[in-house]
Nanobody, 117 residues
Framework: QVQLVESGGGLVQPGGSLRLSCAVS????????MGWFRQAPGKEREFVAQ???????NYKDSVKDRFTISRDNAKNTVYLQMSSLKVEDTAVYYC???????????WGQGTQVTVSS
């Protein structure tokens, strides 16, 4: 059974930093494209960042140069390092896995990130 479990969310002041983690159980991690999405209140879920095997990471334009996605294949974990956080980064952040061989998508339960003074 595949499970994605996020951690690391919380309350931070504008300009601060947080690191989100997503631990993946099951056998999909090494062959999956891993990513992060977010959903703010009253808005649709949106893409934030993705990292695939053997390719450069992709980012939403508004988070480039502030967020960094990385993966540790030995730990089956993907990270999102967020710096210079802004109030508009406030959202529930979801971990996402896409398995190309089956075209299946997997989601975590989400972790709340609140940027406020």
């Amino acid at each position: 059974q595949v499970q994605l479990v996020e951690s690391g969310g919380g309350l931070v002041q504008p300009g601060g930093s947080l690191r989100l983690s997503c631990a993946v159980s099951g056998s999909i991690f090494s062959t999956s494209a891993m990513g992060w999405f977010r959903q703010a209140p009253g808005k649709e879920r949106e893409f934030v960042a993705q990292i695939s095997i053997g390719s450069s990471p992709n980012y939403k334009d508004s988070v480039k140069d502030r967020f960094t996605i990385s993966r540790d294949n030995a730990k089956n974990t993907v990270y999102l390092q967020m710096s210079s956080l802004k109030v508009e980064d406030t959202a529930v952040y979801y971990c996402h896995a896409f398995l190309p061989t089956s075209q299946r998508h997997y989601w975590g339960q989400g972790t709340q990130v609140t940027v406020s003074s």
